[in-house]
């Protein structure tokens, strides 16, 4: 007699979007793996659950494309079940249901529990800090909170992830200990807003005092600062990021525009006036750090005498990093409310003319980088080069070290001292110092 074999599910989870989600869709991953699962990042699979980003239109497009691009295979016998999760589910669910209704189940950002139990798990509350990372295994992201109070009129993150909730450090250093287990060595602490944290649990800004307990985990080497919100920025991080050399000197900082009268209508509660010297302020706080930002052009009302102010003020800022999008008119934010005038090509132009300007300023900058020595971590191997980062460089956005592979070995994930002997406008080119 023959007995029907029970087909093993292989569950794929594919992320889309921001390090928040790849921090979410670790999360997911470590509780299925805990309930035995078998579960794998973006390969094949005949489950699959799509983290959806639905931050901006193009972040929405690509979301839909990728649902639709697996109904595909569903309907060709390919995968057996589909679910959806993340943030377009969470701020579209009833639209996707009756748009894509052969979706097999849709959840939003809190649904954890009531997605593992429908991929046939449970949700263990004990697994603090138990995550499969996908990111390679020198760095992982420590989302430190979740949720963002601030009022900004062009931002749906609110809608889709609720109110600012920090984690408490105690669990924090837990998760920080078990990364470095695992041989994680940089920490990429993320949050809507940094800025924020602590303010909730502790009833007052703590980033401070968390980078403190951080610091002192065994194996950590970097802990890196992503996404502080400038007004209110709790300035004794600074004096611990001047005294501890665990702590990059790096901070991302996204300032969005610089005119007061859009600073105003983006409900950004600060000035051209106090951004200008809050920045100076780091610089004098913490010589030679580098500040990474972002900014949006063609918001609602941005008038050619704004544009030409903002970009006035980057060719003076100097910014070491920068990173420039053009405005999303997302509905049910505040600015949705005000004609979306700036024509989409006008939106590019604006933005092109930034890069410009900043890339020109990189080229300068890392010019004068040309016979220094960095301590540079060796993220991975591509064609001839080992590619790594200094302290001052995030993964995926920042500029790279290349060192070539033919006449050196290096092995990934480690550190090494590397004098830098050419640069280009995002990429330095060195040699490693024995």
């Known amino acids: 007699m023959r007995t029907k074999s029970l ?188 800025t924020y944290y602590g303010l909730d649990l502790y009833k007052k800004r703590n980033l401070a005092e968390l980078l403190e307990a951080l610091v002192k985990v065994e194996g950590i080497e970097w802990i890196r600062l992503h996404y502080a919100f400038p007004t209110g920025f709790p300035m004794d991080v600074l004096e611990v990021m001047n005294r501890e050399e665990k702590v990059c000197n790096y901070i991302d900082i996204p300032l969005q525009h610089i005119s007061d009268h859009i600073l105003k209508s983006m409900r950004r509660g600060t000035t051209k006036e106090k951004t200008t010297k809050l920045l100076q302020e780091f610089r004098k706080a913490v010589p030679g750090m580098t500040i990474r930002t972002t900014l949006i052009v063609g918001y609602p009302g941005e008038t050619e005498e704004d544009f030409q102010e903002l970009k006035q003020w980057v060719q003076e800022m100097r910014f070491e990093r920068l990173g420039c999008f053009t405005y999303s008119h997302e509905e049910n934010t505040h600015a949705f409310n005000l004609e979306d005038d700036v024509p989409e090509e006008v939106k590019q132009d604006r933005a092109n003319e930034i890069m410009e300007i900043q890339s020109q300023i990189s080229w300068e900058l890392n010019q004068e980088k040309i016979g220094q020595e960095f301590k540079v971590v060796i993220d991975r191997k591509e064609g001839n080069y080992f590619v790594g980062r200094t302290e001052f460089d995030s993964p995926d956005v920042d500029n790279e070290v290349l060192i070539d592979a033919s006449t050196t070995y290096l092995k990934t994930g480690e550190f090494t001292k590397v004098k830098i002997t050419d640069a280009a406008d995002f990429d330095l080119y060195g040699e490693v110092v024995v």
């Not at 699962?37 to 929405?60: D, L, P, R």
């Not at 749906?156 to 287990?181: C, F, N, Q």
């Open 7 to 194: 087909k093993k599910n292989k569950i794929n989870v594919v992320t889309l979007g921001c390090s928040k989600n790849v921090y979410d869709s670790e999360v997911l991953m470590g509780q299925l793996k805990a309930s035995g699962k078998e579960v794998v990042h973006e390969e094949e699979g005949n489950v699959v659950v799509i983290n959806t980003c639905g931050f901006i239109n193009n972040a929405k497009e690509e979301s839909v494309n990728t649902i639709l691009e697996f109904m595909q295979k569903k309907e060709a016998g390919e995968v057996d079940k589909v679910f959806v999760t993340g943030c377009l589910s969470e701020r579209y669910k009833p639209d996707l249901q009756k748009e894509i209704p052969n979706v097999d189940q849709y959840f939003g950002t809190t649904e954890l529990p009531q997605l593992l139990k429908a991929l046939g798990a449970d949700y263990k509350h004990e697994l603090i800090g138990e995550r499969l990372t996908t990111t390679p295994k020198n760095f992982a992201y420590l989302k430190i909170a979740e949720g963002c109070d601030r009022p900004c009129s062009f931002c749906a993150i609110p809608l889709m992830r609720g109110k600012h909730k920090s984690t408490p450090i105690e669990d924090l250093v837990i998760e920080a200990e078990k990364l470095a287990a695992s041989g994680v060595k940089e920490l990429i602490l993320i949050a809507q807003d940094l």
